[in-house]
């Protein structure tokens, strides 16, 4: 089975749009322009990193990037069985679960990152990756400190991030040596980021998040908060709102993907922070990132060999690369199916299986239906597949 991992603020590098700007996803970089009033592009091509490195300008690049890559590997058929997002990284695994829909998205993570700015900027804090201590005894050294220092991420064994004030931040570091770190590490960061120093962004989030329609996700997305996978709607907004102030649960979201039966696990966007987690963490796992569209072709390449899962024989991550039985939308526009298709489904050349805007997606093949790769109501690209069908 296979999972979709999406990377968070700090995987932000000068010009890494260039590699997509001939490429048909970029489309989307307008529509993220025209949806938050910014202009995206400029920041991906053209802005240098102290530009990037603010935290209104990282997240809003980082997640418009993972999702340029999402749908071009999304063009190809191939689909996950699970996603999950460090950080900020969260909103792009809902945005690919069909949770959030990518303008929503879009207008979240902006306020998100102005929200986190304004909050970082009048709080005064900083964050430190402490190396090779186990995870109680990171929180018992900086339990120990008489200051505000916290953990903020479970990265990986041995990895975790704290963060707090400048001077707490850098005595629980040397706490934390005591026990026997190797290395406590300061980061290159404008604020404590989960952490209670967040509550006035937390709260500025909850509105804008009141606004918006979180859908069902079409496949599990596992929470930052506690490392759960959801396929509800409802739990949601709270949970992106409790993340803000909260511990980011990586190494613990790993396990559970992995319990949840996935071997292979792609990192969609600029980096390869969350491959290298991935592989420190989980035994005999697969890695791959997808940065560039020449690494669509390699993840194309290790989908193909991928076996049908024994928890989900038949489904998705069984062959998914057959483009002859992919139908795919005839232009941009919400996606509404055809009313009670579903999975098993035997269709025929010619058969409508659903509507983009006001166009009828027909099928070009016979066969039988194995997935619906979009979910009603979400915003698919001229283009995207529609349907996964099998051969009879």
């Given at each position: 089975?296979?999972?979709?991992?999406?990377?968070?603020?700090?995987?932000?590098?000068p010009?890494?749009g260039?590699?997509?700007?001939?490429?048909?996803s970029?489309?989307?970089?307008?529509?993220?322009?025209?949806?938050?009033?910014?202009?995206?592009?400029?920041?991906?091509?053209?802005?240098?990193?102290?530009?990037?490195?603010?935290?209104?300008?990282?997240?809003?690049?980082?997640?418009?990037?993972?999702?340029?890559?999402?749908?071009?590997?999304?063009?190809?058929?191939?689909?996950?069985?699970?996603?999950?997002?460090?950080?900020?990284?969260?909103?792009s695994?809902?945005?690919?679960?069909?949770a959030?829909?990518?303008?929503?998205?879009?207008?979240?993570?902006?306020?998100?990152?102005?929200?986190?700015?304004?909050?970082?900027?009048?709080?005064?804090?900083?964050?430190?990756?402490?190396?090779?201590?186990?995870?109680?005894?990171?929180?018992?050294a900086?339990?120990?400190?008489?200051?505000?220092?916290?953990?903020?991420?479970?990265?990986?064994?041995?990895?975790?991030?704290?963060?707090?004030?400048?001077?707490?931040?850098?005595?629980?570091?040397?706490?934390?040596?005591?026990?026997?770190?190797?290395?406590?590490?300061?980061?290159?960061?404008?604020?404590?980021?989960?952490?209670?120093?967040?509550a006035?962004?937390?709260?500025?989030?909850?509105?804008?998040?009141?606004g918006?329609?979180?859908?069902?996700?079409?496949?599990?997305?596992?929470?930052?908060?506690?490392?759960?996978?959801?396929?509800?709607?409802?739990?949601?907004?709270?949970?992106?709102?409790?993340?803000?102030?909260?511990?980011?649960?990586?190494?613990?979201?790993?396990?559970?993907?992995?319990e949840?039966?996935?071997?292979?696990?792609?990192?969609?966007?600029?980096?390869?922070?969350?491959t290298?987690?991935?592989?420190?963490?989980?035994?005999?796992?697969?890695?791959?990132?997808?940065?560039?569209?020449?690494?669509?072709?390699?993840?194309?390449?290790?989908?193909?060999?991928?076996?049908?899962?024994?928890?989900q024989?038949?489904?998705?991550?069984?062959?998914?690369?057959?483009?002859?039985?992919?139908?795919?939308?005839?232009?941009?526009?919400?996606?509404?199916?055809?009313?009670?298709?579903?999975?098993?489904?035997?269709?025929v050349?010619g058969?409508?299986?659903?509507?983009?805007?006001?166009?009828?997606?027909?099928?070009?093949?016979?066969?039988?239906?194995?997935?619906?790769?979009?979910?009603?109501?979400?915003?698919?690209?001229?283009?995207?597949?529609?349907?996964?069908?099998?051969?009879?």
């Amino acid at each position: 089975m296979l999972a979709f991992t999406f990377p968070g603020q700090g995987s932000q590098k000068p010009g890494m749009g260039s590699p997509w700007v001939d490429h048909e996803s970029w489309e989307l970089v307008e529509e993220a322009s025209q949806a938050c009033g910014r202009d995206v592009a400029q920041l991906l091509l053209e802005a240098e990193a102290e530009e990037l490195k603010q935290t209104r300008n990282s997240q809003l690049t980082t997640f418009v990037l993972s999702m340029v890559v999402l749908d071009a590997v999304e063009r190809t058929g191939v689909v996950p069985n699970f996603t999950a997002g460090h950080s900020l990284g969260e909103y792009s695994a809902l945005c690919a679960s069909g949770a959030l829909s990518f303008e929503d998205a879009v207008r979240l993570v902006a306020e998100r990152g102005e929200a986190m700015q304004i909050a970082a900027d009048e709080q005064d804090g900083t964050m430190a990756a402490v190396l090779g201590l186990d995870d109680d005894l990171v929180v018992a050294a900086c339990a120990r400190i008489d200051g505000d220092v916290w953990v903020a991420n479970y990265n990986a064994p041995g990895q975790v991030v704290i963060a707090g004030s400048p001077s707490a931040v850098e005595e629980a570091g040397e706490k934390a040596k005591e026990l026997g770190a190797k290395r406590a590490m300061g980061l290159p960061v404008g604020g404590a980021f989960h952490t209670p120093f967040m509550a006035p962004a937390r709260d500025r989030l909850r509105k804008a998040l009141a606004g918006v329609e979180v859908r069902a996700p079409a496949v599990f997305v596992v929470a930052n908060v506690d490392a759960t996978a959801r396929d509800n709607a409802e739990d949601w907004p709270q949970l992106l709102a409790s993340q803000l102030c909260s511990p980011v649960q990586w190494r613990q979201s790993l396990y559970t993907l992995q319990e949840g039966g996935c071997a292979t696990f792609v990192e969609l966007g600029p980096g390869t922070v969350l491959t290298g987690m991935a592989k420190r963490t989980l035994k005999g796992a697969t890695a791959l990132s997808v940065g560039s569209p020449e690494d669509v072709d390699v993840l194309l390449a290790a989908v193909t060999d991928l076996k049908p899962s024994e928890k989900q024989p038949g489904g998705p991550g069984e062959h998914l690369y057959v483009t002859e039985r992919l139908v795919v939308s005839p232009c941009a526009g919400l996606f509404t199916p055809k009313e009670g298709l579903s999975n098993g489904d035997v269709i025929v050349v010619g058969d409508v299986v659903g509507w983009v805007a006001d166009e009828e997606v027909r099928s070009p093949f016979a066969g039988i239906v194995m997935d619906l790769m979009a979910v009603e109501g979400e915003r698919v690209t001229a283009r995207q597949p529609i349907t996964w069908l099998r051969a009879k």
